[in-house]
């Protein structure tokens, strides 16, 4: 195996379905360098996976909550529409992903994953082409990305969740930015009632002010208890 790899492999990894598919544990690093059909998701939760130059992970969805996904031995890596990228831990700032992302329209974003709270740190580029990106918010501190490189916005990136009115900073620490406010868009809200959502693209955060929401009624129709 190549220097800093303690498991190479080269051959098709398969696998189907909504859940895991492979989990990567341990503190080693593996590279994967053949064209893999895996269908359900690449669990990272110690150490590093790296894709090679010729590996291709196109079927699958990545979780790197715990470990590094690394695929800077590529231009980059495309998430395909539907399926999930993962990274980030609970109030970690550390990198859980090295190289470019380009996520297709359709795929689907979820900083620090879906059961945590903290920022998505990328060692490079990110591409949104018409996203989804899951946002969530706990004591004060809320989902962010962060990528290193140049963050490019293009079509339509919808952010969803349920957060309170104010104002949220979605995405940092890039040196570059190309698109708009206009390429994103707010499908999300309170538990009830609506929300205004206005976007801020700088080049120093992008930012999503909420307010505006309005309670709906609620109207008890029954019998009364005693």
Do not use: C, H
């Not at 949104?128 to 140049?150: F, K, M, Y």
């Not at 206005?198 to 080049?203: A, G, I, Q, R």
């Amino acid at each position: 195996t190549p220097e800093g790899v303690d498991l190479e492999i080269s051959s098709n990894i398969s696998g189907t379905g909504a859940g895991v598919a492979l989990r990567k544990g341990g503190a080693g690093t593996l590279k994967l360098t053949g064209v893999s059909t895996l269908g359900g998701t690449l669990q990272i939760n110690q150490g590093k996976v790296v894709l090679g130059a010729a590996g291709n992970l196109a079927s699958a969805s990545i979780a790197a909550t715990g470990g590094i996904f690394d695929v800077s031995e590529r231009a980059d890596f495309t998430l395909a529409s539907g399926k999930t990228l993962s990274g980030g831990q609970a109030g970690a700032p550390q990198t859980n992903i090295v190289g470019n992302i380009n996520v297709a329209a359709g795929g689907i974003v979820n900083p620090a994953g879906l059961a945590a709270v903290g920022p998505m740190s990328i060692t490079g580029n990110l591409a949104l082409n018409g996203a989804t990106l899951n946002v969530e918010q706990v004591g004060g501190v809320s989902d962010e990305i962060r990528p290193s490189g140049a963050l490019a916005l293009t079509g339509t990136n919808t952010f969803t969740g349920l957060l309170p009115n104010g104002t949220y900073t979605l995405a940092s620490g890039y040196n570059s930015v190309s698109g708009g406010a206009s390429n994103l868009a707010w499908n999300g809200g309170q538990v009830r009632g609506t929300q205004t959502a206005s976007f801020s693209v700088t080049p120093a955060s992008v930012q999503v002010t909420l307010s505006d929401a309005t309670p709906v009624a609620l109207t008890w129709s029954g019998a009364t208890d005693g």
